[in-house]
């Protein structure tokens, strides 16, 4: 019976993988842009490591196990585990990567050396307390470093997700709710099995069904779930003026204010329209640049046009929005 459920495990973290970087390769290729990229690159990494670091270990056990003594299979197991760490660090590179990219943050090229030399330095350090047996028992180590590192990572990235540079955020603030939301439950998901993992076999197969199936929220989130308007359209197809104010996250009464803006009403003139005093006019307009990224009217006017009617120039006068 147990042989059948750790076959059914294993057939489900394949599909689960599979269909997985199928999405991801599909967003990749359809929108190209290095937000898909880092996701793709997640995908590919976090599965390989699942397979060579946790379904590995199983391979080891079920070849081996008839011909080697159980010290030596477990050597060989922990060693499997160690080697797959550097999928690992890499996983959650691009996971960090991905909510840069989503939060408007950019990373350089020091963000990334400072980031693989002290994971790296970490993983070597792990070796060499492994080889060292006696001073702590290997797999309660690696554990308990795939918890601590996962937990940090993940959180480090929901923050991101959730609180973006102010107006450099290119997705709608309901949409990274969910997101931040989404990767944090993952990760709780994943590590909870990790603390009764001696209870029982069916715990474990618990762990590996849920390292296979959360790692899959990004893509089918993206695919099926997401509010993303700048993703979601078809490239070409005309946005309209609600979808550009859902895209930069503009309030309602600030949709108003960009409406006659276009218009070509002054603030006073606006203040007078929308019964509101000119103080707040402008105080919504300022917001308004934040959010869009723009530095006058005359930006903001060409970013509405160009991005509700993409066949059209920006130095074209702009079409009111009566």
């Not at 060579?52 to 159980?70: A, C, H, N, R």
């Not at 990219?101 to 307390?129: P, V």
């Not at 490239?235 to 960009?258: A, L």
């Not at 007078?272 to 640049?289: A, C, E, G, M, P």
């Amino acid at each position: 019976m147990l042989r059948y459920l750790v076959w059914i495990v294993f057939l489900l973290s394949v599909a689960l993988a599979a269909g997985s970087i199928v999405l991801g390769a599909k967003l990749h290729n359809r929108y190209r842009t290095g937000l898909f990229s880092s996701v793709l690159y997640f995908l590919v990494f976090i599965f390989t490591f699942g397979f060579y670091g946790i379904w590995g270990q199983v391979i080891i056990e079920s070849f081996l196990s008839p011909y080697l003594e159980p010290v030596i299979i477990e050597r060989f197991t922990n060693i499997s585990q160690l080697l797959g760490l550097p999928f690992l660090v890499f996983a959650w590179l691009m996971l960090i990567r991905f909510a840069g990219e989503i939060s408007g943050r950019k990373y350089n090229n020091w963000h990334l050396f400072w980031f693989l030399l002290i994971n790296f330095l970490i993983i070597i350090t792990l070796g060499w307390l492994i080889i060292k047996e006696n001073l702590v028992e290997p797999a309660v180590l690696l554990r308990y470093y795939f918890i601590g590192m996962t937990l940090y990572f993940t959180t480090a990235s929901s923050l991101h997700i959730v609180f973006p540079k102010k107006g450099r955020s290119p997705i709608h603030a309901y949409d990274r709710r969910i997101i931040a939301s989404g990767i944090f439950i993952a990760m709780l998901l994943q590590i909870i099995p990790l603390f009764f993992f001696d209870v029982s076999v069916y715990v474990d197969l618990i762990f590996v069904l849920m390292f296979f199936a959360v790692n899959a929220f990004l893509p089918v989130y993206f695919t099926y779930g997401t509010l993303m308007s700048p993703f979601t359209e078809e490239p070409g197809k005309e946005m309209s003026f609600e979808d550009f104010c859902r895209k930069f996250d503009v309030s309602p009464r600030e949709t108003d204010i960009v409406r006659e803006i276009c218009n070509g009403l002054s603030n006073k003139e606006i203040a007078d329209k929308l019964f509101i005093s000119l103080q707040t006019v402008k105080d919504h307009t300022h917001h308004i640049y934040i959010k869009t990224n723009v530095r006058s009217r005359v930006q903001l006017i060409n970013l509405v046009k160009e991005e509700t009617d993409p066949g059209t120039s920006r130095t074209h006068p702009p079409t009111p929005f009566r």
